[in-house]
Protein backbone atom coordinates (compact mmCIF):
# COMPACT_ATOMS: atom_id res chain seq x y z
CA UNK A 1 0.00 0.00 0.00
CA UNK A 2 1.20 3.81 -0.80
CA UNK A 3 2.07 5.60 1.71
CA UNK A 4 3.44 9.50 1.35
CA UNK A 5 4.86 11.60 4.04
CA UNK A 6 5.56 15.06 4.05
CA UNK A 7 8.19 16.92 5.74
CA UNK A 8 7.55 19.42 7.71
CA UNK A 9 4.11 19.56 8.79
CA UNK A 10 3.91 23.64 9.45
CA UNK A 11 6.52 25.64 8.57
CA UNK A 12 6.62 29.74 8.90
CA UNK A 13 9.11 31.98 7.06
CA UNK A 14 9.76 35.57 6.91
CA UNK A 15 8.93 37.43 2.82
CA UNK A 16 12.00 36.89 0.38
CA UNK A 17 12.81 33.49 1.88
CA UNK A 18 13.69 30.30 -0.20
CA UNK A 19 11.93 26.99 0.89
CA UNK A 20 11.94 23.53 0.39
CA UNK A 21 9.01 21.32 1.07
CA UNK A 22 9.78 17.49 1.18
CA UNK A 23 7.60 14.66 -0.04
CA UNK A 24 8.12 10.84 0.28
CA UNK A 25 6.57 8.08 -0.71
CA UNK A 26 6.95 4.22 -0.14
CA UNK A 27 6.31 2.57 -3.77
CA UNK A 28 8.39 3.73 -6.09
CA UNK A 29 5.84 2.45 -9.01
CA UNK A 30 4.38 5.18 -10.01
CA UNK A 31 2.68 7.10 -12.93
CA UNK A 32 3.11 10.94 -12.13
CA UNK A 33 3.74 12.88 -9.15
CA UNK A 34 1.16 16.23 -8.73
CA UNK A 35 1.77 19.19 -6.22
CA UNK A 36 -1.17 20.81 -5.20
CA UNK A 37 -2.15 24.38 -3.47
CA UNK A 38 -5.28 24.57 -0.67
CA UNK A 39 -6.46 27.48 0.67
CA UNK A 40 -8.27 27.35 3.75
CA UNK A 41 -11.98 26.27 2.82
CA UNK A 42 -11.08 25.69 -0.60
CA UNK A 43 -10.37 23.36 -3.33
CA UNK A 44 -6.92 22.22 -4.78
CA UNK A 45 -5.37 23.79 -7.63
CA UNK A 46 -1.98 21.87 -9.19
CA UNK A 47 0.92 23.61 -9.13
CA UNK A 48 3.08 20.84 -10.76
CA UNK A 49 3.07 17.22 -12.41
CA UNK A 50 5.71 15.48 -12.91
CA UNK A 51 5.63 12.19 -14.90
CA UNK A 52 7.58 9.26 -13.66
CA UNK A 53 10.01 9.11 -16.56
CA UNK A 54 10.65 13.22 -15.56
CA UNK A 55 13.04 14.54 -13.19
CA UNK A 56 11.69 18.30 -12.35
CA UNK A 57 9.17 20.89 -13.95
CA UNK A 58 9.35 24.39 -13.31
CA UNK A 59 6.59 26.73 -13.30
CA UNK A 60 7.77 30.83 -12.43
CA UNK A 61 9.31 30.88 -8.56
CA UNK A 62 7.82 26.77 -8.37
CA UNK A 63 10.47 24.14 -8.97
CA UNK A 64 9.71 20.47 -8.13
CA UNK A 65 11.97 17.88 -8.55
CA UNK A 66 11.39 13.52 -8.79
CA UNK A 67 13.41 10.93 -7.54
CA UNK A 68 11.50 8.27 -7.92
CA UNK A 69 13.96 5.34 -7.36
CA UNK A 70 14.20 6.65 -3.97
CA UNK A 71 10.50 7.63 -3.15
CA UNK A 72 11.22 11.48 -2.78
CA UNK A 73 10.21 14.67 -4.27
CA UNK A 74 11.09 18.13 -3.55
CA UNK A 75 8.94 21.57 -4.14
CA UNK A 76 10.96 24.38 -4.01
CA UNK A 77 9.80 28.50 -3.73
CA UNK A 78 12.08 31.27 -4.72
CA UNK A 79 11.77 33.96 -3.11
CA UNK A 80 8.17 33.39 -1.20
CA UNK A 81 5.27 35.61 -0.92
CA UNK A 82 2.67 36.11 1.77
CA UNK A 83 0.65 35.18 -1.07
CA UNK A 84 2.36 31.69 -1.22
CA UNK A 85 0.48 31.12 2.53
CA UNK A 86 -1.22 27.80 1.83
CA UNK A 87 -1.66 24.28 2.51
CA UNK A 88 0.91 22.54 0.24
CA UNK A 89 -0.31 18.71 -0.76
CA UNK A 90 2.32 16.07 -2.79
CA UNK A 91 0.29 13.30 -4.23
CA UNK A 92 1.38 10.20 -6.18
CA UNK A 93 -0.96 8.27 -8.44
CA UNK A 94 -0.09 4.53 -8.92
CA UNK A 95 1.31 2.58 -11.90
CA UNK A 96 -1.37 0.16 -11.88
CA UNK A 97 -4.57 2.20 -11.45
CA UNK A 98 -5.76 5.88 -11.04
CA UNK A 99 -6.04 6.11 -7.56
CA UNK A 100 -3.85 9.38 -6.09
CA UNK A 101 -2.70 8.92 -3.10
CA UNK A 102 -2.20 12.09 -0.61
CA UNK A 103 0.19 13.09 1.77
CA UNK A 104 -0.95 15.33 5.08
CA UNK A 105 0.42 18.54 3.78
CA UNK A 106 2.90 21.19 4.71
CA UNK A 107 0.91 23.97 6.00
CA UNK A 108 3.33 27.21 4.93
CA UNK A 109 2.97 30.65 6.16
CA UNK A 110 5.03 33.56 4.75
CA UNK A 111 5.20 36.51 6.82
CA UNK A 112 5.36 40.01 5.95
CA UNK B 1 -7.44 23.94 -19.47
CA UNK B 2 -9.15 21.35 -17.81
CA UNK B 3 -12.18 22.70 -15.37
CA UNK B 4 -13.99 21.18 -12.89
CA UNK B 5 -17.00 22.56 -11.53
CA UNK B 6 -18.46 21.26 -7.92
CA UNK B 7 -21.84 22.33 -6.58
CA UNK B 8 -22.82 23.64 -4.15
CA UNK B 9 -20.08 25.12 -2.35
CA UNK B 10 -21.55 25.27 0.66
CA UNK B 11 -24.93 23.21 1.63
CA UNK B 12 -26.49 23.04 5.63
CA UNK B 13 -29.32 20.14 5.85
CA UNK B 14 -31.33 18.85 8.43
CA UNK B 15 -30.25 15.20 10.21
CA UNK B 16 -31.95 12.80 8.50
CA UNK B 17 -32.44 14.38 4.94
CA UNK B 18 -30.48 13.98 1.64
CA UNK B 19 -27.63 15.83 -0.21
CA UNK B 20 -26.93 15.72 -3.72
CA UNK B 21 -23.41 17.04 -4.52
CA UNK B 22 -22.78 17.50 -8.55
CA UNK B 23 -19.20 17.44 -10.10
CA UNK B 24 -18.89 18.21 -13.44
CA UNK B 25 -16.45 18.53 -16.11
CA UNK B 26 -16.74 21.84 -18.10
CA UNK B 27 -13.88 21.40 -21.18
CA UNK B 28 -13.33 17.69 -21.47
CA UNK B 29 -15.25 14.13 -21.10
CA UNK B 30 -14.50 12.55 -17.69
CA UNK B 31 -15.25 8.52 -18.16
CA UNK B 32 -13.82 8.48 -14.49
CA UNK B 33 -14.50 10.98 -11.50
CA UNK B 34 -13.22 10.59 -7.90
CA UNK B 35 -14.52 11.57 -4.60
CA UNK B 36 -12.86 12.56 -1.61
CA UNK B 37 -13.71 13.53 1.65
CA UNK B 38 -11.07 15.96 3.70
CA UNK B 39 -11.95 16.13 7.62
CA UNK B 40 -10.31 19.18 9.34
CA UNK B 41 -6.97 19.80 9.31
CA UNK B 42 -6.53 16.27 7.61
CA UNK B 43 -5.24 15.34 3.89
CA UNK B 44 -7.77 13.64 1.29
CA UNK B 45 -9.25 10.57 1.61
CA UNK B 46 -10.64 8.36 -1.08
CA UNK B 47 -14.14 8.15 -0.94
CA UNK B 48 -15.14 5.71 -4.29
CA UNK B 49 -14.34 5.79 -8.01
CA UNK B 50 -17.35 7.34 -10.37
CA UNK B 51 -17.23 5.18 -13.61
CA UNK B 52 -19.20 6.57 -16.74
CA UNK B 53 -22.14 4.12 -17.44
CA UNK B 54 -21.56 2.00 -14.59
CA UNK B 55 -21.41 1.00 -10.84
CA UNK B 56 -18.88 2.75 -8.86
CA UNK B 57 -16.05 1.62 -7.04
CA UNK B 58 -15.59 2.37 -3.08
CA UNK B 59 -13.21 2.16 -1.06
CA UNK B 60 -12.76 -0.22 2.02
CA UNK B 61 -14.91 1.46 4.97
CA UNK B 62 -17.14 3.60 2.95
CA UNK B 63 -20.87 3.01 2.67
CA UNK B 64 -22.42 2.65 -0.66
CA UNK B 65 -26.03 3.03 0.34
CA UNK B 66 -24.94 5.95 2.46
CA UNK B 67 -22.93 7.58 -0.18
CA UNK B 68 -24.48 7.20 -3.72
CA UNK B 69 -22.85 7.46 -6.99
CA UNK B 70 -24.55 8.62 -10.16
CA UNK B 71 -22.37 9.21 -13.40
CA UNK B 72 -25.03 9.11 -15.85
CA UNK B 73 -22.93 11.28 -18.62
CA UNK B 74 -19.38 11.55 -19.47
CA UNK B 75 -19.57 15.28 -18.07
CA UNK B 76 -21.16 14.78 -14.45
CA UNK B 77 -20.88 12.75 -11.68
CA UNK B 78 -23.14 13.38 -8.52
CA UNK B 79 -22.65 11.92 -4.64
CA UNK B 80 -25.72 11.73 -2.53
CA UNK B 81 -25.44 11.56 1.18
CA UNK B 82 -28.46 9.95 1.82
CA UNK B 83 -30.29 10.07 5.87
CA UNK B 84 -27.26 12.68 6.46
CA UNK B 85 -26.25 12.69 10.02
CA UNK B 86 -23.67 14.82 11.69
CA UNK B 87 -20.65 12.85 11.82
CA UNK B 88 -21.11 12.97 7.82
CA UNK B 89 -20.68 16.72 8.43
CA UNK B 90 -16.96 17.33 6.29
CA UNK B 91 -15.29 18.67 2.92
CA UNK B 92 -16.12 16.80 -0.14
CA UNK B 93 -13.89 17.19 -3.14
CA UNK B 94 -14.20 15.79 -6.42
CA UNK B 95 -11.57 15.23 -9.40
CA UNK B 96 -11.50 14.01 -12.91
CA UNK B 97 -7.87 13.30 -15.07
CA UNK B 98 -7.77 13.16 -18.46
CA UNK B 99 -5.29 13.14 -21.74
CA UNK B 100 -5.30 16.82 -21.47
CA UNK B 101 -3.81 17.42 -18.48
CA UNK B 102 -1.45 14.42 -19.46
CA UNK B 103 -3.43 12.56 -16.85
CA UNK B 104 -2.51 14.96 -14.04
CA UNK B 105 -5.78 15.53 -11.66
CA UNK B 106 -7.91 18.80 -12.08
CA UNK B 107 -10.22 19.15 -8.51
CA UNK B 108 -13.38 20.83 -8.16
CA UNK B 109 -13.98 23.43 -5.36
CA UNK B 110 -15.19 21.21 -2.85
CA UNK B 111 -19.05 21.34 -0.72
CA UNK B 112 -18.94 22.27 2.80
CA UNK B 113 -21.59 19.70 4.39
CA UNK B 114 -23.38 20.77 7.67
CA UNK B 115 -25.44 18.31 9.22
CA UNK B 116 -27.75 19.75 12.20
Known amino acids: KQEVTQIPAALSVPEGENLVLNCSFT??????LQWFRQDPGKGLTSLLL?????REQTSGRLNASLDKSSGRSTLYIAASQPGDSATYLCAVRGGSNYKLTFGKGTLLTVNP | GAVVSQHPSRVICKSGTSVKIECRSL??????MFWYRQFPKQSLMLMAT?????????EQGVEKDKFLINHASLTLSTLTVTSAHPEDSSFYIC????????????FGSGTRLTVV
Open chain 1, 27 to 32: DSAIYN
Open chain 2, 50 to 58: SNEGSKATY
Open chain 2, 27 to 32: DFQATT
Open chain 1, 50 to 54: IQSSQ
Open chain 2, 95 to 106: SASNQGTNYGYT
